[in-house]
RNA sequence: GGUCCCGUGGUGUAGCGGUUAUCACGUCUGCCUGUCACGCAGAAGAUCGCGAGUUCGAUUCUCGUCGGGACCG
C-alpha cells in the first residue's frame, strides 16, 4: 500500500490501484476528516446544499462539501471571523472552495449557455459586447449581475477569499474555455493560467495556515480537448507545490476519457484529483477509471428541483408519474425511497403550490438524487477494492442506459 | 320594482370598430454537468355568455336575453 505525505494534516494515501489502468481508490486525510476516494463531493455554494440539512447530508453518507469562492467572495471575512468554513456552515467535515474561475466563462463567453458536451457545432460564443466578464492578464472584470455592479476577481483575490472562507482544499484561480474556442485561443489562456497557478500558488502560501490548520491548494489543469496542451500543462503544474490537481475543462461526451487519460499519465501518482463539475454517471465511471478521486457538480440536486429524479434504470421525469404507487426507485437506500413515499405522492408535492409542501419535495429529491450519486461512488470504490470494477461499470451503464454496449 | 356594474383559453386578467385577441398562473414536451436560477426553451388551449341590430366589418357600439354582483326602494 502507498502512503504518500504532504505535512501531517493534508495527504493522500492511494490503496488500491485498477489493473492496468488509471483508477485507484484512496483516502484523502483532511484536517476536518477524510475523504474516502472515488467520492462526490456535495455541492454547496454558499457553505449549504439547498432545502438539505447537514445531518441529512450525513446520514446519505455524503463526506465532504464544495463551496464557491465566488458567491462567497464578500462574506468570506466573516467565515474567517467563525473559524472557517466548517464551523460556520456547521457542516463539520472536509470542506472544498472553487476559485470562482468558472464564473468567467459563465460570465463571459458561456454566458447564458449551456456548457454542451454532446453538440459541437452548435455552441456559439456569447458576443463579446453581451458579455458581462473581461478577461485580461491581471484576472477577470466582470458585472455582477445579482449585486447590479463591477468587481475583479484575479489569482490574489481568489487566493484571499478562499483562505478566509478556509476550506481544507481549494482550487487555484484558472480560466475555462469554452468548447467554441480556438486552439490559438486555447494556448493563450493556458499560458494564463499557468501563470496564475504559480501567483495562485505564491498568494496562497502567504494566507494558508491562518486559521490554525494547513489548507491545501490543487492546480487546475485546461488546455481544451488537444493532447499536446493537457499534457504539457499537466507535467507544468506538476513540478509546482500543489497538494492535488483540478481537472478542468468543458468536454464533449466522448472526449472525456482520453482527455483525463492524458492529464493523469502525467500527474504525480501520489496526489489527489478533483474532476471539476461533472456527475453523470457515465462521466464519474470513466473519470473514476481514468483516475480522478473526486468529483462535484450541481446536478443531481438541480435536476431534483426541476423534477428529474435518478433510478437504477434511468433518470424519470417524475411529472409522468402522477398515478405511480412505487417508490422513486427501489434499489435506493435514501430516506426519501426508505420512507416509502410514493412517485405520486412526491408529484403533488412537486406540483403543489403550497411553498411548504414545495420546500418538502425539494428536500426530498434533493436527497434521493444526490444519495444515488453518493451510492454510485461507494459502489465504484468497491468495485476497485474488489477488482471487479470492469464488471461493476458494465453491469451499472447496461442497467442505467438500457444499452449493452461497452 | 328601480338604478348601476360585470360576463374574454382550465383559473385570474388586458384590450380595441379591422389584432396572428394580451399577460400571468396552470397543463403538456424537452432541457439542465466547477448553481444568479422553485430555472430555461418550446407547444397546446378562446367560435371574446347567448340572440338580434347598427356597420363594408362587431369581442369592442345599441337593444333584448340569461347568469353573477352592488346599491336604492
Known amino acids: 500500500m502507498a502512503h504518500y505525505k504532504n505535512n501531517n494534516q493534508f495527504y493522500f494515501e492511494v490503496k488500491n490501484k485498477i489493473p492496468g489502468k488509471l483508477g485507484r481508490t484512496g483516502i484523502i486525510h483532511t484536517p476536518h476528516g477524510d475523504i474516502e476516494t472515488p467520492a462526490f463531493i456535495a455541492v454547496g455554494t454558499r457553505g449549504e446544499v439547498r432545502f438539505v440539512s ?21 462574506e468570506c471575512e466573516n467565515i474567517k471571523k467563525h473559524g472557517g468554513l466548517a464551523v460556520w456552515s456547521s457542516w463539520n467535515g472536509p470542506t472544498i472552495t472553487d476559485s470562482g474561475g468558472f464564473q468567467v466563462m459563465s460570465l463571459g463567453s458561456g454566458l447564458g449557455k449551456v456548457v454542451s458536451m454532446e453538440r459541437e457545432q452548435e455552441v456559439i460564443n456569447t458576443d463579446p459586447k453581451d458579455r458581462l466578464a473581461r478577461v485580461t492578464e491581471d484576472g477577470v472584470y466582470f458585472y455582477d449581475p445579482i449585486l447590479k ?3 475583479f476577481i484575479g489569482p490574489e483575490e481568489s487566493m484571499r477569499i478562499q483562505c478566509n472562507i478556509g476550506a ?30 504559480k501567483r495562485s500558488l505564491e498568494e496562497h502560501q502567504k494566507h494558508c495556515d491562518d ?10 489543469l485546461q488546455g481544451g480537448r488537444w493532447e499536446d496542451l493537457r499534457r504539457s500543462t499537466a507535467k507544468h503544474l506538476s513540478k509546482m507545490d500543489f497538494d492535488g490537481y483540478g481537472l478542468g475543462g468543458a468536454f464533449l461526451k466522448e472526449d472525456l476519457g482520453e482527455i483525463l487519460r492524458w492529464c493523469c499519465e502525467e500527474l504525480p501518482e501520489n496526489k489527489p484529483r478533483h474532476l471539476l463539475g461533472l456527475s453523470r454517471p457515465d462521466d464519474i465511471l470513466i473519470g473514476a477509471e481514468m483516475g480522478a478521486d473526486t468529483f462535484d457538480c450541481v446536478a443531481p440536486t438541480r435536476e431534483a428541483r426541476h423534477g428529474r429524479i435518478y433510478t437504477k434504470y434511468g433518470n424519470i421525469r417524475l411529472a409522468k408519474y402522477k398515478e405511480s404507487l412505487e417508490v422513486l426507485d427501489d434499489h435506493c437506500d435514501c430516506p426519501t425511497c426508505k420512507s416509502k413515499i410514493t412517485r405520486k405522492e412526491l408529484c403533488r408535492l412537486y406540483k403543489s403550490h403550497n411553498p411548504e409542501e414545495k420546500r418538502k419535495y425539494y428536500k426530498l429529491a434533493s436527497i434521493h438524487n444526490l444519495r444515488f450519486i ?9 468495485a476497485i477494492n474488489n ?10 451503464l447496461k442497467d442505467y442506459y438500457h444499452t449493452d454496449k461497452k
Open 168 to 197: 481544507d482544499i481549494h482550487m487555484a484561480f484558472d480560466e475555462l474555455t469554452s468548447l467554441a474556442d480556438s486552439y490559438e485561443y486555447n494556448v493563450e489562456a493556458l499560458k494564463r493560467t499557468e501563470r496564475w497557478a
Open 374 to 382: 453518493l451510492k454510485l461512488t461507494e459502489e465504484i470504490r468497491d
Open 387 to 396: 477488482n471487479c470494477f470492469e464488471e461493476y461499470k458494465n453491469n451499472f
Open 149 to 151: 455592479k463591477d468587481d
Open 54 to 74: 447537514m445531518n441529512e447530508l450525513k446520514e446519505i453518507q455524503a463526506q465532504a462539501m464544495l463551496s464557491n469562492g465566488y458567491h462567497l467572495r464578500n
Open 211 to 220: 486559521l490554525g490548520y494547513h489548507q491545501a491548494l490543487y492546480g487546475v
